[in-house]
């Protein structure tokens, strides 16, 4: 029997959520998932290595990539472009991997829209009081930083009803195990498998 494809698993949250501390933690839990690698135009940072932590692409690799439809999804940010790249998620799944993407909700939009088939899922922390005290903990970032995360976190909050799913991140262990039991659930859906039931009617000449 072929290979049963993998699910594309679709992860925001705002900055502060822990949405890599989680990640890790789910990544410990299955071995069925590969993290999606993004392609940038920005310079390596010291220790990145290529294909990685990220594809490093030039301007004009990146803008023959996009005129050639090749990424799920795109934005620009701060002078740099960051994307998807559509093939290895998708040889990914073809070998029955489940590809998970950590992707703001701009990006997102765009894979729900070419992708429905997505599971998309909103980490948020257990109140936006805690959010800003996580921010806060950080120590990388001034008031007016701190203040425009806030507002920008207020904003993506305001799309959470786009999402499959909302999950509370109050410990990144109990997060991570909702997250593995949504991914569970999401496998096993009708629609996904209802080709096991198929093929034992056809078989049945009795039917």
Known sequence: MATE???LIVLSGPSG?????????????????RFSISATTRQPRAGETDGVEYYFLTHAQFAAMLDRGEFLEHAEYVGNYYGTPAGPVEQQLAAGYNVLLDIEVQGASQVMACRPDAVTVFLIPPSFEELERRLRARATDNEPAIQGRLAKAREEYGRAHEYDHIVVND????AARELDAIIT???S????????ILEALEGDKTL
């Open 17 to 33: 959520t822990g949405k890599s501390t989680v990640i890790r933690a789910l990544l410990q839990l299955r071995d069925d998932i």
């Open 185 to 187: 659930a999401e496998l």
């Open 189 to 196: 859906r009708r629609e996904r498998r209802y080709h096991y």
């Open 171 to 174: 410990l990144a262990e109990s």
């Open 5 to 7: 494809k993998g699910a």
